[in-house]
């Protein structure tokens, strides 16, 4: 999920959608409309990913407290991993062949998307039953998790300090901001036909996905220290032996500096 955010933002939010508005390479951009349409297609497998992936930390908190003795097991191969990988490509596999466009309208509105704008309005109806699907199950699965944890305070094997109550937290902010995503899926399909309000609306999108990259990506972080660990062992382990060979050189010529006895 961290890695769909950080692909998401550079590949869709700056260079599919706000080069475009602030005007850089805009001849390219004209001439190349399939651009338009691989970013939309990328931006909704994208999505995908992370709704589905977040669905899953929200199964994951459901399992740990309805579930305790059977969760290791859940979760002990990586079934879910291929889920989030693959599913997403079902879901946007009408959109591989569909041409789409840049232009400028003759209002001077900055316009861009599939040609074919019922191909377009339906593609927006698949996508909003998706991302609702995975929406109402994260939903369903934290309100669930929250009765339980709620009902297991009262129980001599709850704690104060029970780690599992930051993920529950962080999983009930992420179904927040899936709820706000979502409704810019549906003013999408309420206004396809619309170019000029379509104009406000996405750009309103990259304002909406850095605020779902800062609390996926980034709360997680802020939240658990030992994910916090994992990430640093996952995508910096690298680092300490670097800084040891770096040191072994450095003594190495040191020693061969030295006058012999």
Known sequence: MFLAHFIFWPSVALFGIQFW????????????????????????????????????????RFTGLWFPLQNKQIWNYKWYIYLTIFLPIGFVANRFTADGYYKVTSDGTLDFGYTDKVFEALTVTITAFTLGASFGISLLLNILTSFKYKKSQNTQNSSSDDKSVKLI???????????IRFG????????????SIIYIIVTSYSYITAAHAIIAAIGILILSRQTRQIYYKFYFSWLPNCFKIKNNIVQI????????I
């Open 184 to 195: 810019y899926n549906r003013m999408r399909a309420y206004f396809v036909y619309y170019p």
């Open 253 to 260: 010529r040191t020693a061969s500096n030295l006058a012999p």
């Open 21 to 60: 508005r602030e005007g850089f390479f805009r001849e390219w951009y004209l001439k190349n409309g399939w651009f338009a349409s691989f970013i939309f297609t990328l931006s909704v497998y994208l999505d995908n990913v992370i709704y589905i992936g977040q669905s899953l930390i929200a199964f994951n």
């Open 169 to 179: 937290l962080y999983s009930i902010m992420l179904t927040v901001i899936q709820c």
